[in-house]
């Protein structure tokens, strides 16, 4: 069955779920006050699951780092879209105490000459500390500077030695519907899929991301293992990995699948073209009042632009 909810969706009507999320925040401040002793950045808690203290991944800053003001930690924690728990902005915050992280594994399949399953302590030997980096990020109508703890997926990649064959990449999120009690309802195919190109998957500027202002990520963000494509819109980038499968054909994708005209596969960041249903000339920092331009490749076109250059990027937004 196909059958999808659309109603305000994941990337629109900011304005009122912002005002109804500042205000819940604010009550959300006064009630857990008592937990404030738990010296958690910002005021923030990681999520209701108290039992899981930080971890503290190290990290240098990359050429790729960004100097604006971080957002912070409490809006990168308690605004989120990971539908796996609910369709609010808040439900993961509530609701992604239910997964479990512990003994994640993360199958790399398909066209490659060396299938493996790596377990978190392979993810992170793929990349010494000197090479695990801050990067930058945008998600739609709002945007987040978030301080990411991870390192170009095209490590992992080359580990497995992708064949001749291999022209794109899809991710695969974990199903489990008693974890993931979003599951139950068809608003997307689950389990949620995502996909890249091969030479956008290899770019440096993809991200296979363990962490957030030097912690393990939090359950909210996609732990313990997602991806981050900063220059393409918040949803190519799959949270709670557990597949990554390598491809001759373009793979399928959550998004693209409940709605092609409005979720292409290729999904950059474009102020020039805009979803059929709102621009996307502009967008709203998180924190800000007032929106701002946005970039072509949200800022990062230096890196990414030459990827496209046979494209048009109006017919495959
Ligand atoms: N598995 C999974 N990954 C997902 C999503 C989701 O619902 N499920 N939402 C996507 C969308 S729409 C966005 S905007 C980003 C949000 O990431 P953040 O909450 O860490 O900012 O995650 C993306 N990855
Ligand atoms: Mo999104």
Redesign the pocket.
């Known amino acids: 069955m196909r059958k999808h909810i659309f109603t305000t969706d994941?990337?629109s009507s900011e304005i009122t779920s912002r005002t109804l999320f500042e205000s819940r925040r604010r009550w959300i401040q006064g009630s857990v006050a008592s937990l404030a002793a738990l010296a958690i950045p910002e005021g923030g808690v990681e999520s209701r699951d108290v039992s899981k203290f930080p971890v503290p991944i190290d990290a240098n800053k990359s050429k790729f780092s960004s100097d604006e003001e971080q957002t912070s930690y409490s809006d990168?924690t308690r605004y989120?879209?990971?539908?796996?728990f609910g369709t609010g902005k808040e439900d993961?915050f509530e609701q992604a105490y239910r997964l479990k992280t512990d003994a994640w594994k993360i199958q790399v399949i398909g066209e490659v000459s060396r299938p493996k399953t790596f377990d978190m302590d392979d993810v992170l030997r793929l990349a010494p500390i000197e090479e695990r980096i801050y990067r930058l990020r945008c998600?739609?109508a709002w945007s987040?500077v978030?301080p990411w703890l991870g390192f170009p997926l095209s490590k992992l990649l080359n580990a497995v030695q992708p064949t001749g064959n291999a022209r794109f990449v899809q991710f695969v999120?974990l199903y489990d519907e008693e974890q993931m009690p979003g599951q139950k309802s068809p608003v997307?195919d689950w389990p949620?899929t995502e996909g890249l190109r091969i030479d956008e998957a290899m770019n440096p500027l993809t991200l296979l991301t363990v962490g957030l202002y030097g912690e393990v990520l939090p359950n909210?963000?996609?732990a313990p293992v997602?991806i981050v494509v900063p220059w393409k819109y918040?949803?190519k980038?799959?949270?709670?990995i557990v597949t990554i499968r390598v491809t001759e054909k373009q793979p399928s994708s959550s998004w693209n699948l409940a709605n092609p005209k409005e979720y292409g596969f290729y999904s950059n960041v474009n102020p020039n073209v805009s979803h059929p249903r709102w621009s996307q000339r502009r967008e709203r920092r998180i924190g800000d009042f007032l929106k701002r331009d946005t970039l072509m490749f949200n800022g990062y076109s230096e890196w990414v632009e030459s990827l496209y250059r046979n494209l048009d990027l109006t017919k495959h937004f």
């Not at 989120?80 to 796996?84: D, P, V």
């Open positions: 994941i990337c990168v989120n879209n990971f539908y796996e993961p998600v739609e987040m978030i999120s997307l949620y909210q963000n996609g997602r918040g949803f980038s799959a949270k709670s």
